[in-house]
């Protein structure tokens, strides 16, 4: 549920950002501004979420984060009602900062079950995402005009009421105990020993680059089909909201995938689904070549993601959990800050096939770490 609420708030201004930031900064370069202050914010909070919640507990910061969410909806609705590009950045670095304690949800869902079971246990917490993926678009849609001289005002206001509920579930949150996994796991190890584990390094290079690339990707593809290719901004909403229901659906049975086939042919598998992304979006403009990338971005991005989530699970030893979380998630949300950063002056500048062109190295890498890790061969990490 929890899930579901925050990407809700996620993916509606995901939708609307580029375009209204365009309009309100008045420099097309600035347009992505937001949307890259916010993936920013995430991945300078990664480790400061994981810190407090070490500290607080998972339910009380989970809340915390939350009430974040929702303040930075807040800001977002009063920056449409005075016209202020600088009100919304500050609106996005907040959700920003919400969404790096929302990261740690699927860790929060692997520490729940025995370990063959993580992988299945990540799939069904970003399953709540389908319902964001479809509740967000249909904000933006729906709510540009519900407040009069705001406009995306409603939309908003419903995004802050998205966190309001979140916080409101996790705060019921009863996380299993790990007190005796954490004493029965060991001495804690150096970090620059974990982080020099094959597991360690597929896990966070197959991730990195698949979120690098879908923060690329996503952030300029509203751009181009609704400002440049004059396609329609319903049309544009329903093309994100199909990619994200693309990035969650495929949780559905990526558990059992990776329980029957391994990580990292999964991890493999959804590389590939990367690179149908760019031939799909390099064979033309039109709205079915834009929707078949953004699909196969969704599908090739989860299957990295839940599969890279599943290895990292098996690097670390209870006890060093938050560490190594906090780490994972900085690298790959920092590749997706970078991606998001690029995209908007890459589309300005150079256009989707530019875009599209720029993410083969990033796909490439992802397939040469599979490959040099042979993460399926690789035993769990000894206790």
Known sequence: MAQAASVTGTVAIVTV???LGRGLAGNPALATLPLSMLIVATALSTIVAASIMSRIG????????????????GCAWAATAVGSFALFCLGSMLIGCATAFS???RFAAT????????????????????????????????GEYWIAGAQFGGSFAAMAACYVLAGAVLLALRPASTKEREESGGDVRPLRTITRSRLFIVAVVGAAMGQGVMAFMMTAAPLAMHVVDGHSLATTAAVIQAHVLAMYAPSLVAGGLITRFGAGRIM?????????????????????????????????????????????ARSYRPAERFRVQGLNDFIVLGCAAVGSLSAGAVMQLLGWDAVLYASMPAIMLAMAAIIWARPDRESVVAG
């Open 58 to 73: 998972r339910p009380r910061g989970f809340a915390l984060g939350a009430a974040l969410g929702a303040a930075g909806a």
């Open 268 to 312: 493999m598998a959804g590389a590939v689904l990367l690179g149908a992304t760019l031939a799909a979006g390099l064979a033309g403009r039109e709205v079915m070549h834009y929707g078949l990338a953004m699909v196969a971005l969704g599908f090739g991005w989860n299957f990295l993601y839940v599969g890279g989530t599943a290895l990292l």
């Open 103 to 105: 990261q740690q949800y």
């Open 111 to 142: 520490e729940s079950v025995r370990a063959a079971a993580a992988p299945t246990a990540v799939a069904v917490v970003l399953t709540g995402s389908m319902a964001g993926a479809i509740v967000g678009p249909g904000l933006v849609a729906r």
């Open 17 to 19: 950002g580029g375009i």
